[in-house]
């Protein structure tokens, strides 16, 4: 470009600078096309690691209801049944102090594997 103003082309110099104009708009249309496609990816992918987010926090927070709900369950149900078993005790013992003898207890022990303990 600078040869050709040298030369006298004045006309030919702004042809060269609209064609270098027209390929550098093109050239910074294709970048801000890439980074409005880029804008639009990132924004999906907050998007999706949201939904991801709230899923596992939902699915994390049945778990632990249910671990607490199973966890209650078996605390009561652990603890009617030794408290069945002293109540008998109990009373055996009560029967027994006041002079009934004829008062039986009756084991109903199992063992680890849920067979009867007593022959």
Do not use: C
């Amino acid at each position: 470009m600078i040869s050709a103003v040298a030369q006298g082309g004045h006309a030919e110099a702004w042809r060269f600078r609209r064609r270098g104009e027209a390929i550098t708009g093109s050239a910074l249309d294709g970048i801000n096309d890439y980074v409005a496609l880029n804008q639009q990816q990132m924004e999906a992918s907050i998007a999706d690691a949201t939904a991801q987010y709230e899923s596992a926090a939902w699915t994390l927070g049945s778990v632990l209801l249910v671990s607490l709900v199973v966890a209650v369950v078996s605390t009561l149900w652990i603890s009617l049944n030794i408290s069945r078993g002293l109540g008998r005790a109990v009373g055996l013992a009560n029967a027994i102090a006041l002079g009934d003898l004829s008062q039986k207890l009756v084991a109903r022990a199992t063992t680890r594997s849920g067979t009867s303990s007593t022959p």
